[in-house]
């Protein structure tokens, strides 16, 4: 092996701080506040708080049992049938979610936002059923585009912390380029439609 070839342990080290401290639960954490603050301010939050209950807190929680019992290694889940098996406990907590906050009239913008996981979600099992695209691009990427669409085009400078997830996610080895531009693309373009479509 060539010194080329080599993993910089430092910059490895970067990569992993990057991809856990920008994990998908802190995107998820992030939108949520930052659009029901936007939507009704103290009282928006504290039905995003509802969201991320069912979106992030249940989830982790789900998977951080899963890593106990040694069912995957990590909160990535790489291998496709626990990643997939994980993907529907979260599919039906953001779905508890939605159906809670619609019977329960929160606010529009609100519903929208968590719709918009679901979905995306979807589209994310049924891309793992084949192949493994990066969630933690299409999350991340969802965020910034619905987070433009609330607060106007600064936010899409967000992106820039899209691309250095991308880049950790390639470093680490856990994605290909193309898993990482497929994963922000298809979050882009889910989130984008439904939330335009329901907010």
């Not at 496709?80 to 779905?95: E, H, W, Y």
Request: some cysteine; overall charge positive; aromatic content about 6%.
């Amino acid at each position: 092996m060539s010194s080329t070839q080599i993993p910089n342990p430092s910059i490895r080290r970067t990569a992993h701080l990057i991809s856990e401290q920008l994990h998908p639960k802190t995107w998820i954490v992030v939108v949520c506040l930052m659009i029901g603050w936007h939507a009704d301010r103290l009282q928006g939050v504290v039905w995003s708080l509802v969201g991320v209950l069912f979106a992030a807190v249940i989830p982790i929680l789900f998977i951080d049992h899963g890593i106990k019992r040694g069912q995957w290694g990590d909160r990535n889940v790489g291998a496709r049938k626990a990643r997939l098996l994980v993907m529907a406990v979260i599919l039906l907590s953001v779905l508890a979610c939605l159906t809670l906050m619609t019977a329960l009239n929160a606010p529009r913008v609100l519903s929208a936002l968590v719709a918009s996981m679901l979905v995306t979600l979807g589209a994310l099992a049924l891309v793992t059923l084949a192949w493994k695209i990066s969630v933690h691009q299409a999350v991340s990427a969802g965020a910034v585009i619905m987070l433009a669409q609330t607060y106007g085009p600064w936010a899409l400078l967000g992106y820039v912390l899209v691309a250095v997830v991308g880049w950790s996610r390639i470093e680490l080895r856990d994605h290909t380029p193309t898993q990482v531009i497929a994963g922000t693309l298809l979050g882009t373009a889910v989130a984008a439609v439904t939330f335009a479509a329901l907010r």
